[in-house]
């Protein structure tokens, strides 16, 4: 198998929205942002798959350096060997991967937050910096567009969290701030037994419609900051954006039920949607 076969295998396989978003790139690029995401995937799931914290520490310190050794030109894991050649045409910087695998580090690290301020700093790490190196791939020429992709990497994220609570809760994990816990009166042991009666309270539906209120915010910021000039290239961007509002939608609609369950668009659906942005631009 080559590499940028195991980089495609890795990117397909996770089933993620944004495979579809890929879809319509020229080769090049859908290539490189493949290999992109087959490397974000392969240290994301070093936390999700270890269940060992010792173990997936020392997982994500190889992983640090491969990096650093695959920029100095001896990568050895298929998926910087697929990477490393797109590198110098799109700007990506060794440092671009050490911050995401800092994001990895710290799910095993810590698994609250205290407030929204520290939440975004994650996110930055795992999202944000995520969504320049797409735009990078993607296609820029103006320097707004990476602020564009940094806060639609957050949207992102936040939409995230909101559907996975339930499964985040199942491995100790509870990723929305605790400011906003106490401010709707929701206890934290109340999320990780994920029980009813009190699971699905109002208490909780008015916590997690202000969550969504806060991604819906988050996704309108980034577009207003997208340029025009740019907004055929990042047409990629722009379809993972409707994916997972569509997704964001879904999950209001059902009254937020994320405490047993995770909702999900069906491949159908996602390739509509990506479909309709490539044929509207937006």
Partial sequence: MTPQQYAQDKAAGSGSSFYYAFLFLPPPQRAAITAF???????????????????????????????????????????????????????????HLQAVISGCQMDLDQTR?????????????VAGVVGEVAARIFGHSQPAT?????????ALQLTNII??????????RIYLPLADLQRFDVKAHELLKRESPWGYSERFSALMRFQAERAQRCYDDALALLPEADRAAQKSGLMMANIYRSLLGEIEADGFQVLHQRTSLTPMRKLWIALRTHWRGR
């Fill in 146 to 154: 990476l602020d564009y992709a940094h806060h639609l990497g957050l």
């Fill in 163 to 172: 559907r996975d609570v339930g499964d985040d809760a199942r491995m100790g």
């Fill in 37 to 95: 995401y087959a490397f974000c995937r392969e240290v994301d799931d070093v936390v999700d798959e270890l269940r060992d914290a010792g173990v997936a520490a020392t997982k994500l310190a190889w992983w640090r350096q491969e990096v650093a050794q695959a920029f100095a030109g001896k990568p050895s894991h298929p998926v910087m060997q697929a990477l490393l050649p797109h590198a110098p045409a799109h700007g990506i910087t060794a440092d």
């Fill in 113 to 125: 937050y205290l407030d929204y301020a520290a939440l975004q700093r994650y996110c930055d790490l």
